[in-house]
């Protein structure tokens, strides 16, 4: 069965470098996600993505994130500076397309991102 | 606004039902949906409710809305060590658009 994969399963880095997180969505999916869980807290929204360009962000989504589909299987989020607060657990998900009730969101495993 | 919430732990005996329970409070959430965490792993898709419906029945797991007082459960019949995980509820309000998550249930299943 089709799943979504994600690289590299822990990352630690030090604060104030770039990391680049990387999923390989479903195949014939077209929309791509990010949502981050802190410990302990509730898994968030970061952005959406559809047709090479953001649909939808949060407002955790700031300058320091960015994210591309550099070719036609990768997606990436990047974190430009990385702050303490940036430790959480990130996790990629992919939709099909086209509405219904039958049309979900399948996750990967995710990144667990330390920053120290 | 958007919030869900849920129970933080549950305590279950092996072949007894566990009832997870989710509350939500946008009204205009469409489809709700739970979702398992084992651990190490990523979230999957158990089951999901239109917000049209009252129940949906799929094999062990039974969900339940009621809108009024936008309240969703999940229940799980004949309970297996398998079973121990986190449970989260999601909403949504347009398929494609974000999920909303709660906190998440943490199932332990004694045998």
């Known amino acids: 069965e089709p799943e979504v994969t994600q690289t590299p399963s822990h990352q630690v880095t030090q604060m104030g470098q770039e990391v680049i997180l990387r999923c390989v969505p479903i195949s014939n999916h077209l929309y791509f996600y990010w949502y981050r869980q802190i410990l302990g807290q509730k898994v968030e929204f970061l952005v959406s993505?559809?047709?090479?360009?953001?649909?939808?962000k949060s407002e955790i989504f700031d300058d320091q994130f960015s994210v591309e589909r550099p070719d036609g299987s990768n997606f990436t989020l990047k974190i430009r500076s990385t702050k303490l607060e940036d430790s959480a657990m990130y996790f990629c998900?992919?939709?099909?397309?086209?509405?219904?009730?039958?049309?979900?969101?399948?996750f990967g495993p995710g990144t667990r991102l330390t920053v120290l | 606004g958007e919030d869900v919430e849920q129970s933080l732990f549950l305590s279950v005996r092996e072949g007894d039902s566990s009832v997870i329970n989710c509350t939500y409070t946008?009204?205009?959430?469409?489809?709700l949906y739970w979702y398992k965490q084992e651990p190490g792993a990523g979230l999957q898709l158990l089951t999901y409710?239109?917000?049209?419906?009252d129940m949906k029945q799929d094999q062990r797991l039974t969900v339940l809305l009621n809108k009024k007082d936008k309240h969703l459960s999940l229940r799980i019949a004949d309970t297996q060590t398998g079973d121990s995980a986190i449970y989260f509820c999601?909403?949504?309000?347009?398929?494609?658009?974000?999920?909303?998550f709660g906190g998440g249930t943490r199932v332990l299943v004694k045998p």
């Open positions: 999601a909403e949504v309000k347009a398929a494609g658009n974000k999920l909303t």
């Open positions: 946008d009204s205009s959430s469409t489809y």
């Open positions: 409710i239109f917000s049209n419906m």
């Open positions: 998900a992919s939709r099909k397309l086209a509405g219904g009730y039958t049309d979900t969101q399948y």
């Open positions: 993505f559809y047709n090479n360009e953001i649909s939808e």
